[in-house]
T-cell receptor, first 115, second 111 residues
Framework: EADIYQTPRYLVIGTGKKITLECSQT?????MYWYQQDPGMELHLIHY???????EKGDLSSESTVSRIRTEHFPLTLESARPSHTSQYLC??????????????FGEGSRLTVL | GDSVTQMEGPVTLSEEAFLTINCTYT??????LFWYVQYPGEGLQLLLK???ADDKGSNKGFEATYRKETTSFHLEKGSVQVSDSAVYFC??????????WGAGTKLIIKP
């Protein structure tokens, strides 16, 4: 069973609020990812990290930011939430594997609703 | 660039029917291939994977064979159950340590 945790699972907030979605893993994986997904729909990569102090933007433009100060922790922050940010956010970490064989482990997701 | 194409859903079957969900890919080199499953309200879970041509991944009665000649990785199960209802995603290992994802196929199993 994967050891990757996301909090909160559900969040309803008003427009303009600042929020942080937490993601932690205990597997010591260097590579971590944030995806945005409308439930059951395509996954869109918004941020990724290769290790401590390494963060990159993904394919989908996002107004969120991330940080990676510790290997196990990869939080995502929205400075000013808007209704268009309403979605599910999935955090994942990657098993190193060899030659690209490592799989991703996912958290259970954070479902955000912005009113 | 690398890409994954899955059959569109939803796929609706009766319990105990045979399942195939098609997945084809375009990639340079020899990527690893994955199937993930997402149950309602949850994150994704790895269902199976294959790392080289002709490998067969299997788990929970599901199977998929890495076919290099047809660039395919179709998911099959001989007898589906209501509990298999979920969204299934095909993916390959792409550049920059990222996975390239298919759009997902929703599977509905009726009792």
């Amino acid at each position: 069973e994967a050891d990757i945790y996301q909090t909160p699972r559900y969040l309803v907030i008003g427009t303009g609020k600042k929020i942080t979605l937490e993601c932690s893993q205990t597997m010591g994986h260097d590579k971590m990812y944030w995806y945005q997904q409308d439930p059951g729909m395509e996954l869109h990569l918004i941020h990724y990290s290769y290790g401590v102090n390494s963060t990159e933007k993904g394919d989908l433009s996002s107004e969120s930011t991330v940080s990676r100060i510790r290997t196990e922790h990869f939080p995502l922050t929205l400075e000013s939430a808007r209704p268009s940010h309403t979605s599910q956010y999935l955090c994942a970490s990657r098993n190193p594997g060899t030659g690209g064989s490592g799989e991703l482990f996912f958290g259970e997701g954070s479902r955000l609703t912005v009113l | 660039g690398d890409s994954v194409t899955q059959m569109e859903g939803p796929v609706t079957l009766s319990e105990e029917a045979f399942l195939t969900i098609n997945c084809t890919y375009t990639a340079t080199g020899y990527p690893s291939l994955f199937w993930y499953v997402q149950y309602p309200g949850e994150g994704l879970q790895l269902l199976l994977k294959a790392t080289k041509a002709d490998d067969k991944g299997s788990n929970k009665g599901f199977e998929a064979t890495y076919r290099k000649e047809t660039t395919s990785f179709h998911l099959e199960k001989g007898s589906v159950q209501v509990s298999d209802s979920a969204v299934y995603f095909c993916a390959l290992s792409g550049p920059r340590y990222q996975l390239i994802w298919g759009a997902g196929t929703k599977l509905i199993i009726k009792p």
